[in-house]
């Protein structure tokens, strides 16, 4: 993966997040351990929920890191 930012949609009807990074979709997140589990997909081996909260790379839209609707 490169420093092209990951981007977290905003949640659509069914609650879930799309998350893209290098301009390939990586999964619909329901949660941020959904999130980190795409990402250690992804290359990133030793990311936690903690990094993927505070991460500069990820672009949040539609709210940040504790915006998931619907019971987690």
């Not at 659509?12 to 795409?38: K, N, P, T």
């Not at 997909?41 to 990094?51: C, H, K, Q, S, W």
């Amino acid at each position: 993966m490169s420093a092209v930012p990951v981007v977290v949609y905003p949640p659509d009807e069914s609650g879930g997040r799309r998350v893209r990074a290098d301009g390939e979709i990586l999964g619909m997140a329901y949660s941020i351990r959904d999130v980190v589990e795409f990402l250690r997909r992804a290359g990133l081996d030793t990311i936690t929920e903690d990094d993927v909260a505070v991460s500069g790379l990820i672009e949040w839209r539609g709210g940040g890191p504790e915006s998931w609707p619907g019971p987690q």
